[in-house]
Each structure stands twice: as C-alpha cells, then as structure tokens.
C-alpha cells in the first residue's frame, strides 16, 4: 500500500509544527514525513495518489513566494513555477492554511483558497472542508458560505484549539484518503 504524502509551505516554521503534528495523527504506517516544497521536486509529490497540502498566509491572500507576497524563502509560489500544469485526476488532496483572524480579519487565511484553486485547476478530487464556526473574521476568500475549503489553524489567537481540530478534521479526512490508496493499490 502506498502511503499518504504531507507537503507544506512554511516562512516561520509553524505550517510545518501543523503538518507534523498530522502525520503524528496518522501514523507512519499510511503517512509519509511532511516534506517542504522548498526541498523537494515536482515528481517527489506527483507519486502520491493521496495529500495532504498545507500553506501559511502571506500577503492578500496570493500564494506565499518570495516574489509575490514577500516570504524570505522559496514556498509554494516557486514549487508551483517548476510544477507546470500536471494532470492530477486521480489524486486526491487534503487543504490545511494558517491565518490570524484577528490581526487580518479582512483577509482571513485567503492563502488557503488561492492554492486550493490551483489543484483545482489540476484536476484533483478536492476534500477536507471544515466549518467557519468558532472563528471571528471579517472576510476570508477561503469560505464559500459556512464553510473553509480546508482546516484552518489560528496558531495566535485559538492556539488552546488547534489539537482538537487537527485531530477531529485528520479523523474526518482520514478514511477518504485511505480509499484512495486501497483504490490504486
């Protein structure tokens, strides 16, 4: 059986500190250590059939990159120039962003929707939506009505929920992700 593939953006470490506690939710049984996207190539994440992407907030809601919304490092802007355009029907992909609703309350973890409409666009089957509710926010681009197009962590202001979140989102994305891998195994 092939195994669930975890691959995050990260400028002060803490998307990596979320993806890390998932794979520990999961097990390294059916998930592989979180890699950044700075660190790897293209055809290291296209071998996963099942994902788990994750992203911090940086900018007006643009991909994180060192151009665009002024990262320090390379993130997911630069991964997704040597990316290309690949056809991903057949994958299966998990969104997981980080925002302060407090401090940017008008754009919310708008990171989140601008990398989740990327894969879109690849064709992949996108999972993992998770309720607004618990949250204070004026907008977000990665709420389409009640709900976020993935789990979103607010490690400043909700910091005391970010472990039942994870482990409630992780057990809802857990059984989908699995099906994808038994499905191709």
Known sequence: MSKIGIFFGTETGTTRL???????????EIADKPLNVNRITPAEMLNYDALILGTPSYGEGDIPSSGISGCFEPNWGEFLALLGKPDMSGKRIAFF?????ERYSERFASSLMALYT??????AELIGEWSTEGYTFDYS???IGDRFVGLVIDQRTQGMLTDERLKTWVEQIKPQLVDKLASVA
């Not at 979320?18 to 390294?28: E, F, T």
């Not at 962003?97 to 609703?101: C, D, I, N, P, T």
């Open 118 to 123: 990327t894969f879109a666009m690849f064709g």
């Open 97 to 101: 962003g980080l925002g302060a609703q």
């Open 18 to 28: 979320i993806a890390k506690k998932i794979y520990k939710l999961l097990g390294d």
């Open 141 to 143: 681009a990665s709420a």
